[in-house]
Every structure is written in structure tokens, then in C-alpha cells.
């Protein structure tokens, strides 16, 4: 079967990307209202240290304004505003204040401290000025606030004002911007992740509908098709490993099961409609169908039974009524010569009559000839147990021979044994001596080797006599066992010639009784020869209607008896 991924497990895995991706965008916009946050707070942060910076600046101008306004115009509300502004409302105070609570960098506080040191420096001659209006000289006055000296403070206090909202501004609009690109990051990443949902969850749809809705779609006219009781409608899913897959290799396996049933049952009706019943059902029915394989075994075991016993009966019938028939016609046929036959038979009789005494006399001949055999034959069974006994004596007497060769060798090896010792002692004495003493030890050796050799000939010679005389007293004991065997059955023939002669003598008193009984035959067999012709042309009849029964029995092919 085709392997292929479950179609739970690849929406798990699409479903499952989805809710990460949807956790990324609650992520996202998590990050996007923090970033959001802060970026309002920093335009607030901006707003507030441009608000400050200005606060500061327009409080050390509004100062010169005032200092100079009071010593150009001697007003004693000018004087006051300055002294307010110093010592009630102090916005440069303040507005530094609030600057570094929102926070500024290194350079930025440098720059505020050095413009708080040159507005410290323009302290003096404000003072100065006012106290020179204050005596009336307010040309004095003037000259020290619109002097080289304060003149050259205020602008470099301006330098410093333009300077430092400019880094300010620069500052604050950087950190503006980094967030600002920074939430468009994140609205970038939420935009994407969304659309990475809706193509999953297109896939998703595109994957549910062309793997599950299409291929159930599918299952559901296929099995319409089945429940109708269509099996062979195109069907071009394939099995797989998936649950549809799965599904589907169910749906291909009933299809060929039911198949399988349904051509079975066709085929094994088929076969009965044209009168085979030797049939099997298969053995491979499974669940619901097993009581109809059950059913069918039931009925093509009962129709074989059935139409078995009455083929069988009808052959028995068809049989019989041949036979009668056959026999009837062969009786009738017989009856009629049987009259013929027993007047030939008479005069045979009288014929076997004459021979059975003929054959009485010859019998009593026999027995006498017989019992002259047994007698001649007792001679020679007694002469063959005299034979046997004198073969027996002879095999005796050769193992005897047989040992005294045996003492024949022995003594040849002594002698052998002797004319060594004697070569070797003649060899120790050595000179004249030691010669005629070898001269006799070889004579001795040559006197042991010829006893040896003789021995050995006569050895050969006895085995030769000991082997004939056994075969002899062989040949004798298998005669004297013929003989007596041949006694035997002379004796048998003797009794059975007796019993010859005894059965020809009854055999002569029945023939006379014979053929007394065969006059009274011969009238039986006249009424014998009516009811045979009566009795052939029933069986003619009976045999006519056994075939019309036993050709109508074999339109039926039937199993074979024993047979399931």
C-alpha cells in the first residue's frame, strides 16, 4: 500500500502553524502598544523638553527685556516683573528642572550650564543698571544693559539657546523616528504573519477540500453506488496509508469481497439451474455471509443426498430389472432345453455308472501297488540313517587328522626353533668344530622346513577330505529328509486311494438314486418353462421404465459418494 501522511496530521501541522503565527501577531501587538506607548511618550518627552527649553530661554529673556525695558523707561512695573520673574515665577529654574527630570544628555546639561553661567555673568550689571535708574541716571543704565559686554552675553546665550533646541530637537526626533521605524518593523511582521495565517488557512481549506471533502465526496457515491447494488462503478481513488486512504482501501476491499460473494453464488446457482451439483463452497465467506455459505452448503448436501439415493436406487432398479430380464429369458431359454438335457443326461448317467465301477476296481489295484511303495521306501530310509551315521563317523575321524598335523607343525617349529639356536651356537664355538656344528644346524633346518612344507600338504589335503566328507554328510542328511518326506506322502497316497475306492462304491449306489430323481426333473422343468416366459415379459417392462427414471436421475452431475 502507498504510503502517504494522515490527513489529521497534516492539518495538525498546518492548524498548528497557524496558532504560532496567530501567537507571534498577539506578540506583535503586544510590542506594537508597547512601542506605540512609548512613542507617544516620547512625543510627549519632545513636546515637554521643547516646552522646557523654551520655558528656560524666554525666562532669561524676558529678564533682559524687562532689566532693559526698566532702564529705558524707569517703570517701577518692570523692575517688578524682573523680581518676580527672579525670585516667584523662576522659569529658568524650573524649566531646567523639568528638563533634566525628563532627561537630557551630558553635552545638553553643558550647554544649559553654560548658559546659566553667562546669564549669571549679565546678574551684575542688571543690578547695576537698576540701581543707576534707581539715581536717576539712566543713560548709565542703559549703557550696561545695552552695552558691548551684555550685548556679547546675550548673544552668545542666544547661540547656545539656537544650539542647544536644535540638539534638543535632533535629539528628540531621532528617538521619535527609531520608534517610529520600529513600530512600522512590527506593523510590517503583524501585516506579514497575517498574511501567512490567511494562506494557511487557505491551504488549509485548498488541502480539506482536495484531500477530504473530494475524496468523501467520492466515498459517498461510491458507497450510493454499492447501497445500489452497483460493484462496478468507477471507483479511482487509491489506497494510502492516510485515513481517507485507509477509508478507501475498506471500500476497494468490500467491493471485492462482495464480488467475490456474489460471483461465487452466481456461479454455484448456475451450476445447479443446469443440474451440476458437484459443487464446494468456498471456505473464505466472512461475517454476515458465513449463514448463507451455511445455507448453500445445506442445500447441495441435501440435493446430492436426495438425488443421490434415487440414482441409486433407480441404477439398482435399472440393474435388477436387467437381470430379471436376463434372467427371465435365460430361464425360459434353459427350461426348454432342460427337458433335452435330462434325457441325455439319463443315459450319461448310466455311462458314469459303468465307469465308477471300473474305477472301484482300479482303486483297490492302486492301494495294493501303494502299500508295496511304503515298504520298498521304509528299506531306503533305513539304509540312507546308516549312511548318515558312517559320514559322521568319517568327519570325526579327519578332525582328529586334523590335530595330529597340528602336533606336526608344532614340531616343525620346534625344529626350526632348534637349528637356530644350533647356527647360533656354532657361530659362538667358531674353528672345525663350529663348522660341523653348523653343517648339522642346517641339515636340522632343512629337516624342519621339508616337515613344515609336508605338514602344510597334508593340511591342505585333510581340509580338502574334511570339506568333502562335510558336504557328503549333507547330501545325506537332505536324502534321508526326502526319503522321509516321500514315505510320508506314499503314506497319504495309500490313505487317499482307500478313500478312492470307499467314495466310487457310494458314488455307484447315488447314480441309481439319480436317476430315479431325474424322471421327477423332468416334469418340473415343463412348468418352469410357462412361468419363465410370463416372468421375462415383466422383467422387459420393469427394465424399460428403470431406464426412463435412471436417464431422468443423470441430467444431475452429482458428487462423488464420500464427498463433501
Known amino acids: 500500500?502507498?504510503?502517504?501522511?494522515?490527513?489529521?496530521?497534516?492539518?495538525?501541522?498546518?492548524?498548528?502553524?497557524?496558532?504560532?503565527?496567530?501567537?507571534?501577531?498577539?506578540?506583535?501587538?503586544?510590542?506594537?502598544?508597547?512601542?506605540?506607548?512609548?512613542?507617544?511618550?516620547?512625543?510627549?518627552?519632545?513636546?515637554?523638553?521643547?516646552?522646557?527649553?523654551?520655558?528656560?530661554?524666554?525666562?532669561?529673556?524676558?529678564?533682559?527685556?524687562?532689566?532693559?525695558?526698566?532702564?529705558?523707561?524707569?517703570?517701577?512695573?518692570?523692575?517688578?516683573?524682573?523680581?518676580?520673574?527672579?525670585?516667584?515665577?523662576?522659569?529658568?529654574?524650573?524649566?531646567?528642572?523639568?528638563?533634566?527630570?525628563?532627561?537630557?544628555?551630558?553635552?545638553?546639561?553643558?550647554?544649559?550650564?553654560?548658559?546659566?553661567?553667562?546669564?549669571?555673568?549679565?546678574?551684575?550689571?542688571?543690578?547695576?543698571?537698576?540701581?543707576?535708574?534707581?539715581?536717576?541716571?539712566?543713560?548709565?543704565?542703559?549703557?550696561?544693559?545695552?552695552?558691548?559686554?551684555?550685548?556679547?552675553?546675550?548673544?552668545?546665550?542666544?547661540?547656545?539657546?539656537?544650539?542647544?533646541?536644535?540638539?534638543?530637537?535632533?535629539?528628540?526626533?531621532?528617538?521619535?523616528?527609531?520608534?517610529?521605524?520600529?513600530?512600522?518593523?512590527?506593523?510590517?511582521?503583524?501585516?506579514?504573519?497575517?498574511?501567512?495565517?490567511?494562506?494557511?488557512?487557505?491551504?488549509?481549506?485548498?488541502?480539506?477540500?482536495?484531500?477530504?471533502?473530494?475524496?468523501?465526496?467520492?466515498?459517498?457515491?461510491?458507497?450510493?453506488?454499492?447501497?445500489?447494488?452497483?460493484?462496478?462503478?468507477?471507483?479511482?481513488?487509491?489506497?494510502?496509508?492516510?485515513?481517507?486512504?485507509?477509508?478507501?482501501?475498506?471500500?476497494?476491499?468490500?467491493?471485492?469481497?462482495?464480488?467475490?460473494?456474489?460471483?461465487?453464488?452466481?456461479?454455484?446457482?448456475?451450476?445447479?439451474?443446469?443440474?451440476?451439483?458437484?459443487?464446494?463452497?468456498?471456505?473464505?465467506?466472512?461475517?454476515?455471509?458465513?449463514?448463507?455459505?451455511?445455507a448453500m452448503k445445506q442445500i447441495l448436501d441435501s440435493l446430492n443426498g436426495a438425488l443421490m439415493g434415487i440414482n441409486s436406487t433407480a441404477e439398482r432398479v435399472s440393474m435388477e430389472s436387467e437381470h430379471m430380464a436376463s434372467d427371465a429369458q435365460t430361464l425360459s431359454s434353459g427350461s426348454v432345453e432342460q427337458a433335452a438335457a435330462v434325457q441325455e443326461l439319463s443315459a450319461s448317467i448310466q455311462d458314469i455308472s459303468r465307469q465308477v465301477d471300473s474305477t472301484s476296481k482300479d482303486a483297490d489295484n492302486a492301494k495294493t501297488l501303494s502299500e508295496e511303495s511304503s515298504a520298498h521306501l521304509q528299506v531306503c530310509d533305513e539304509k540312507m540313517g546308516a549312511l548318515t551315521e558312517a559320514m559322521a563317523d568319517i568327519s570325526r575321524s579327519s578332525n582328529q587328522i586334523g590335530g595330529i598335523i597340528k602336533t606336526i607343525e608344532d614340531i616343525a617349529l620346534q625344529t626350526k626353533i632348534l637349528a637356530l639356536n644350533a647356527s647360533v651356537e656354532a657361530a659362538r664355538a667358531g674353528g672345525e668344530a663350529g663348522k660341523s656344528f653348523a653343517v648339522v644346524a642346517n641339515e636340522v633346518q632343512s629337516l624342519a622346513n621339508k616337515s613344515s612344507a609336508s605338514a602344510q600338504d597334508i593340511t591342505e589335503l585333510i581340509e580338502n577330505s574334511m570339506r568333502l566328507v562335510s558336504y557328503g554328510e549333507t547330501l545325506s542328511t537332505d536324502t534321508t529328509q526326502a526319503l522321509s518326506e516321500v514315505i510320508s506322502s506314499a503314506e497319504k497316497s495309500a490313505e487317499m486311494v482307500e478313500r478312492i475306492a470307499a467314495s466310487a462304491v457310494e458314488q455307484a449306489q447315488s447314480l441309481k438314486q439319480l436317476t430315479l430323481g431325474m424322471e421327477q426333473i423332468s416334469e418340473v422343468v415343463q412348468t418352469n418353462a410357462a412361468t419363465a416366459e410370463k416372468s421375462a415379459a415383466s422383467a422387459r417392462e420393469l427394465n424399460q421404465q428403470a431406464d426412463e427414471l435412471r436417464l431422468s436421475v443423470q441430467q444431475f452431475k452429482l458428487r462423488e459418494r464420500g464427498r463433501r
Not at 487557505?202 to 457515491?221: C, D, E, H, S, Y
Open 1 to 294: 500500500m502507498k504510503r502517504a501522511m494522515k490527513q489529521s496530521t497534516l492539518i495538525l501541522i498546518l492548524n498548528g502553524i497557524s496558532i504560532l503565527t496567530l501567537l507571534y501577531m498577539v506578540y506583535s501587538l503586544f510590542l506594537y502598544s508597547s512601542v506605540s506607548s512609548r512613542l507617544t511618550e516620547a512625543n510627549e518627552d519632545r513636546f515637554a523638553l521643547t516646552y522646557n527649553a523654551n520655558r528656560f530661554m524666554n525666562g532669561s529673556a524676558y529678564l533682559t527685556n524687562e532689566v532693559r525695558a526698566f532702564a529705558a523707561t524707569g517703570s517701577q512695573e518692570h523692575y517688578d516683573n524682573y523680581w518676580n520673574e527672579i525670585n516667584v515665577l523662576k522659569n529658568r529654574d524650573q524649566g531646567v528642572a523639568a528638563l533634566q527630570e525628563i532627561g537630557i544628555t551630558k553635552e545638553e546639561q553643558l550647554m544649559i550650564d553654560e548658559m546659566s553661567a553667562l546669564s549669571n555673568q549679565l546678574v551684575p550689571l542688571e543690578e547695576e543698571a537698576m540701581k543707576e535708574v534707581q539715581a536717576g541716571e539712566s543713560e548709565k543704565a542703559v549703557e550696561y544693559v545695552y552695552g558691548e559686554e551684555y550685548s556679547t552675553s546675550i548673544a552668545q546665550i542666544n547661540a547656545l539657546k539656537e544650539q542647544f533646541l536644535a540638539a534638543l530637537d535632533v535629539r528628540s526626533l531621532d528617538q521619535v523616528e527609531a520608534m517610529e521605524r520600529e513600530a512600522g518593523f512590527i506593523r510590517l511582521r503583524m501585516i506579514l504573519a497575517l498574511v501567512m495565517v490567511s494562506f494557511i488557512q487557505l491551504l488549509n481549506m485548498i488541502i480539506t477540500r482536495i484531500q477530504i471533502m473530494r475524496p468523501v465526496i467520492a466515498v459517498k457515491n461510491q458507497m450510493g453506488e454499492i447501497s445500489q447494488g452497483n460493484l462496478s462503478a468507477a471507483f479511482s481513488l487509491e489506497a494510502n496509508t492516510s485515513e481517507i486512504g485507509m477509508l478507501v482501501n475498506s471500500i476497494h476491499e468490500t467491493r471485492r469481497e462482495l464480488k467475490k460473494y456474489i460471483k461465487d453464488i452466481d456461479y454455484i446457482l448456475a451450476q445447479m439451474a443446469q443440474g451440476n451439483m458437484n459443487l464446494t463452497v468456498g471456505e473464505d465467506y466472512r461475517g454476515e455471509f458465513l449463514p448463507i455459505q451455511n
